[in-house]
C-alpha cells in the first residue's frame, strides 16, 4: 500500500501555478496498480481517495502512520464502488460480493478490510474514498439497482446525464462522506454545468470509462479565475470548496464524486452563471 500526501493552499496561490504545478497539487495521476492499493491523504477536509486493485491475490486495507491509527477505519468511515469485474470485499472476516458497479459503506471501527477479485482474468477495482467520523454507523452493501437516480440536463445543453447517489441521505446515514456516480448519455460532454462551488464542503471527481486516445477537460479555480486540467481515463482530481468544478470530455464519459465536510445537503450549492465565468 502506497500514499501520497497532499497539503491544503490559498486559492489566491493557485493563480500563479502553471500546468505542471496545477497537476502536482490538485490531480491523482495513478489510481489504480495491480495488486497494490494507491491512495492520496489530502488536507483539504482530511479525504482520502485511491485505488485497489486486486488480481492475483487478496489486498488488506492497512493503517498507513499518517493515519496515527492501530486500523484503518479507527476513526474513519469509507465508501468504495467497483469500477471492474466481479469481486468481493471481507469485513471483518465476513465475505461481501460485489458486482460491477455495487457500492459499499463501511462504518467506524470495522478493524480489518480485505479485498478480492473473483476472477484474475477481469479483476474488481474498488475506486474508495474515506473520511473522518466521529460515530459509528451499520455497513451497507449497495448494489447499484438501490442507487438514487437523477436524471437531468438535456441534449440541446450536450450536459444530458444521470447522477446515481451512493452514499447519500436518500440511501443510507453517514458522519459526512458522500459518494456517486454520474454518467453522461452519448452526445453529451458537460457536467455539472452550470458549475458552482459549495463552501461548506470539498470533492474529489474520479474520470473513467472513456477511451485512452480521449480525454476530459476538468475546470477548477475561483469562478473569476479559472484553471484547467486535462484529464485521462482513471486519473482523479482533488476540488477544494472554494473551487468550481465542471468539465468537457471529447467524448462522454463517467465519473465518480465524493464529498466531505460541514454539510450534507447535496443541493447546497452556490451556483454561477456560465456567462459570469471568467
Known amino acids: 500500500m502506497k500514499i501520497d500526501v ?17 497537476r502536482e497539487k490538485y490531480l491523482i495521476e495513478e489510481v489504480f496498480s495491480k495488486d497494490d492499493i494507491l491512495l492520496t491523504y489530502s488536507h483539504q477536509d482530511r479525504i482520502i481517495a485511491g485505488g485497489i486493485l486486486p488480481v492475483d491475490k487478496e489486498l488488506l486495507l492497512g493503517a498507513p502512520k499518517e493515519l496515527a491509527s492501530t486500523y484503518f477505519l479507527e476513526r474513519r468511515e469509507l465508501g468504495a464502488i467497483n469500477v471492474g469485474g466481479p469481486g468481493y470485499i471481507l469485513i471483518d472476516g465476513v465475505r461481501q460480493e460485489m458486482a460491477e458497479k455495487d ?10 478490510v480485505v479485498f478480492g477479485s473473483v476472477d484474475p482474468k477481469n479483476p474488481a477495482k474498488f475506486y474508495m474514498n474515506s473520511a473522518p467520523a466521529h460515530t459509528t ?27 446515481y447517489q451512493y452514499l447519500n441521505p436518500a440511501v443510507l446515514t453517514t458522519c459526512q462522506l458522500q459518494m456517486g456516480m454520474t454518467v453522461l448519455a452519448e452526445g453529451s460532454s458537460w457536467n455539472t454545468m ?41 486519473q482523479a482530481v482533488i476540488s477544494p470548496s472554494w473551487s468550481i468544478h465542471t468539465g468537457v470530455g471529447t467524448i462522454n464519459y463517467t465519473f465518480i464524486w465524493g464529498m466531505c465536510g460541514e454539510n450534507q445537503a447535496y443541493d ?11
Open 194 to 234: 452550470p458549475c458552482h462551488t459549495h463552501e461548506r464542503r470539498m470533492e474529489v471527481y474520479f474520470y473513467f470509462n472513456f477511451d485512452e486516445n480521449q480525454r476530459v477537460f476538468h475546470f477548477m479555480g475561483q469562478p473569476q479565475e479559472t484553471r484547467h486540467i486535462v484529464m485521462a481515463p482513471e
Open 137 to 163: 454507523y451499520p455497513n451497507k452493501h449497495i448494489p447499484f439497482s438501490i442507487t438514487n437516480p437523477r436524471a437531468v440536463g438535456d441534449e440541446k445543453q450536450m450536459n444530458k446525464r444521470v447522477i
Open 6 to 22: 497532499r497539503y491544503a493552499n490559498h486559492p489566491e496561490d493557485s493563480k500563479y501555478y502553471d500546468t505542471e504545478e496545477l
Open 268 to 278: 447546497d450549492m452556490d451556483f454561477v452563471l456560465t456567462k459570469d465565468l471568467k
Open 103 to 112: 457500492g459499499i459503506y463501511l462504518g467506524k471501527g470495522v478493524k480489518e
